[in-house]
Every structure is written in structure tokens, then in C-alpha cells.
């Protein structure tokens, strides 16, 4: 088993922690059509996700902690194409993992849990309930956002922000 680097970590849809018979805890990394297995943990792959990208993880952390007022679970907006969200993905071990928030399709209720469908059709069992998927998806949808706003992160044109706002601000009425 190699390293995956950090340009095919760039295109990932999903990440998280399994167990494969044989070889122990390992990091499942899924990108459209492919799911690859690295020996690293979780947080590694997270840094060498925020080198690939020049990102600084610590002041990513500090500054999205700022904007939603809390201090865990917070997104990780890395660019404008990748914004990680921290989910319960594992039973075991790692339990936390990462998925990104613009290959997300739909949540799909199941009882006393969830399950999240990414648009390539991979179906991944997340141990919250939906209404918290939910939340933490509107989170990282408003840090993607302000930070794109604010000129910290490519993104879309003035008008489009302001559509992306008020969508947000009417899910959160809902």
C-alpha cells in the first residue's frame, strides 16, 4: 500500500477510517469512479491536503471557528472546490471523517442514523442524525462562502454570493 499524493488527494469526495483484514486501521480516500487505501491516519492526510494546497490549517481552523462562533467540528474550506466537512463515518477507532461538500447528493434518513449519497453514487453510513448532517452541511456552505467574500478563496462573482446567502438563510428558516 503507497502514499497517496497530494494531487489525487486534491479530487477526493470522501474520507475516512476502516479496517481491512490483514493490514489493520487504514484511510479510505474515495474520488469519483475509485476508492484508494492509504497507511496514513486521518490527520496526516488532512496536512498534506493543506500543503497541496498552501493552506495553513491552524488559521484555516481559527478563522471559520470566528465566523460560526464555535470551536469543534468545524469545516475545513481548503479551496473553492474542496470544503470538508467533519462527519461520524467509522464505529471504531477513527470515528470522524471527512467528506466534501460540493459531492454531496442527498441525506437519507435511516433509523438512528443517516446515510449520505455522493454524486457519483457511493453510499456512506454516517452515525448522526440527519438534522445534524444537515447543520454541519449549512455550516460549511456559510464558511465557504463568507471566506469566498471575503476574497480569501476563489470563488463565484459578487451576485452569485448573495444567492448562495440568502438559499442558505432560507434552509436555516426551514
Not at 104 to 112: D, M
Request: hydrophobic content about 45%; proline content about 6%; charged content about 15%.
Amino acid at each position: 500500500m503507497r502514499k497517496i499524493s497530494g494531487a489525487e488527494l486534491a479530487g477526493l469526495t470522501a474520507l475516512r477510517s476502516v479496517c481491512l483484514p490483514g493490514q489493520g486501521r487504514v484511510s479510505q480516500v474515495l474520488v469519483p469512479g475509485n476508492s484508494l487505501h492509504d497507511p496514513r491516519r486521518i490527520r496526516s492526510l488532512l496536512e498534506a491536503l493543506a500543503r497541496h494546497f498552501a493552506v495553513d490549517l491552524v488559521a484555516l481552523r481559527q478563522r471559520c471557528g470566528g465566523l460560526l462562533g464555535m470551536r469543534n467540528y468545524l469545516p475545513l474550506p481548503l479551496s473553492s472546490q474542496m470544503v470538508l466537512v467533519p462527519l461520524a463515518l467509522g464505529q471504531m477507532g477513527e470515528k470522524t471523517g471527512y467528506i466534501n461538500l460540493l459531492f454531496v447528493s442527498k441525506v437519507l434518513p435511516q433509523q438512528g442514523f443517516c446515510s449520505i449519497v455522493l454524486n457519483d453514487g457511493n453510499e456512506l453510513e454516517c452515525w448522526l442524525s440527519p438534522g445534524v448532517v444537515h447543520e454541519r452541511l449549512l455550516r460549511a456552505k456559510f464558511a465557504l462562502t463568507e471566506l469566498a467574500a471575503a476574497g480569501m478563496l476563489p470563488g463565484p462573482g459578487a451576485n452569485e454570493i448573495w444567492q448562495q446567502k440568502l438559499s442558505i438563510i432560507r434552509a436555516i428558516l426551514e
